[in-house]
């Protein structure tokens, strides 16, 4: 059996004889934003889970937390009025999920917004299905960018519809 104990004792004299015993203030930075990110990732998951939970979200395969590191994620009611958006939204469009709430996705749309991609998808939750389609947004400040959307109907556990879900993320 291997002992330690002299590479115990020999670390911390070292550490001890150090003139430094602190990390330079300029990590927290870097660190700060990690943690920031990684909690928001985190607070977005729980509220998903939520939920899917109330609404009992039939058998779904989504790693919602990998999706949040690099896609907004936007959940619709029934209506099409958002109930969720991910944290990264503001990133994206510059819009807070505050502002968003209880209003429809094609908020993000325009007068450039292509408006047979649009009756595409339209069609596609009249019917139910999953699309994915490459639409023109208009973002806070009226830029526009190109969003990769992929949209799925969500089921409740006998089969009813209860929410969208969409996975977007810059085209």
């Keep these: 059996m291997l002992d330690f104990k002299q590479y115990d004792i020999a670390v911390a004299r070292h550490h001890n004889n150090l003139d430094t015993i602190a990390a330079p203030i300029l990590s927290w930075n870097f660190h ?5 990110v ?21 058998d779904y395969d989504w790693d919602f937390k990998n999706k949040l590191k690099e ?25 807070t999920e ?11 749309q325009g007068t450039d917004s292509n408006r047979t991609t649009s009756s595409e998808i339209r069609k596609a939750i009249q019917l139910q299905q999953p699309f ?18 992929k949209g799925f109907p969500v089921f409740n556990s ?12 810059a085209a």
Excluded: Q, R
Excluded at 38 to 58: E, Q
Excluded at 79 to 89: C, G
Excluded at 98 to 108: A, D, H, N, R, S
């Design 132 to 149: 994915e389609k490459t639409v023109l947004n208009y973002n806070k400040n009226g830029e526009t960018y190109l969003c990769l959307i």
């Design 32 to 36: 700060h934003n990690y943690l920031d």
């Design 98 to 108: 505050e502002e968003v709430l209880g209003k429809c996705p094609k908020m993000f």
């Design 158 to 169: 006998k089969g009813k519809l209860s929410h969208f879900i969409a996975f977007e993320k």
């Design 38 to 58: 990684s909690k928001k990732i985190y607070l977005d998951c729980d509220k998903l889970n939520l939920i899917a939970g109330t609404n009992k979200w039939g």
């Design 71 to 95: 896609e907004v994620v936007i959940v619709t009611n029934a209506k099409l009025e958002i109930v969720f958006a991910s944290h990264n939204l503001t990133k994206m469009n510059g819009y």
